[in-house]
């Protein structure tokens, strides 16, 4: 099999919603798509969707290095520093507080570089907490094929590690939109399925969550777990997620 025929049977093509995981999905699959959603549960989106809910705008950053302070002072932006040390940073349970009007600049390797990396005409950060709204968002676009990218983790080698949280969370949006969807979609909606009534369980059990909740973040996980508890749809526009109430 030649590449372009690998690329076209990889694209999921045909199907209105179609789930694919880490930085090779987002090439192959959303490409294709006018609207793709980026699901970092444990925490980029969640932390997106907190801050975005309360009037913040977040520009994503995909390293934690000397490049980040730059970054954030270009854009006159105050640089989320690390989850130990206090303030905003990549702890959902740390925007909270966020004021409106904050802008921030949050570094993460995985939620963070898929944003910056997605070029499409509608970028969308998706979680647990915004599953709803997200999808019914998208369902009044109309704008053609969706592709919902589970970011997934990193092994320490820097190759993908599937992460439960992110497939939970992609087959929320999944269940919640209309359209026919690709086996690999079907898939992800009925891992949410078997987990919806266990949400916080399932979280708390999983890889991701358990590092958390054994470095002290047992708070972030606990939202994380929240399903539809927020009515926001932020959307990547200039290079901030930023939510004005509609999907245009």
């Known amino acids: 099999m030649n590449t372009s025929t690998q690329a076209m049977f990889a694209a999921q093509q045909g199907f209105d919603v179609r789930v694919d995981w880490g930085m090779p999905g987002l090439r192959n699959?959303?490409?294709?798509?006018?609207?793709?959603?980026?699901v970092d549960v444990l925490s980029f989106s969640t932390c997106v969707d907190i801050a975005c809910e309360r009037g913040a705008a977040v520009w994503p950053y995909p390293h934690?290095?000397?490049?980040?302070?730059?970054?954030?002072?270009?854009?006159?932006?105050?640089?989320?520093?690390?989850?130990?040390?206090?303030?905003?940073?990549?702890?959902?349970s740390s925007l909270r507080a966020a004021p409106a009007g904050l802008k921030l600049v949050l570094p993460s390797p995985n939620g963070s570089a898929l944003a910056r990396a997605c070029h499409a005409p509608a970028v969308i950060a998706g979680c647990l907490r915004n599953a709803s709204a997200v999808a019914s968002a998208l369902s009044r676009s109309g704008d053609g094929p969706v592709a919902i990218i589970a970011a997934g983790e990193q092994w320490p080698d820097g190759t993908l590690r599937v992460a439960l949280e992110d497939l939970i969370g992609a087959g929320a949006i999944v269940h919640s939109?209309?359209?026919?969807?690709?086996?690999?979609?079907?898939?992800?909606?009925?891992?949410f399925l078997a987990a919806r009534d266990h949400l916080h369980d399932k979280l708390t059990a999983c890889a991701s969550g358990?590092?958390?909740?054994?470095?002290?973040?047992?708070?972030?996980?606990?939202l994380a777990s929240q399903l539809n508890a927020s009515s926001c749809v932020p959307r990547l526009v200039e290079g901030a997620f930023r939510w004005d109430g509609a999907l245009r």
């Open 64 to 92: 934690k290095d000397e490049s980040a302070a730059a970054y954030a002072e270009q854009r006159s932006a105050l640089l989320a520093g690390p989850r130990e040390q206090g303030g905003f940073s990549l702890s959902p």
């Open 210 to 222: 358990r590092e958390l909740i054994e470095r002290g973040y047992a708070e972030d996980v606990r």
């Open 177 to 191: 939109l209309l359209g026919s969807k690709s086996p690999e979609a079907l898939a992800a909606e009925a891992v």
């Open 29 to 38: 699959v959303a490409a294709l798509c006018p609207a793709v959603v980026l």
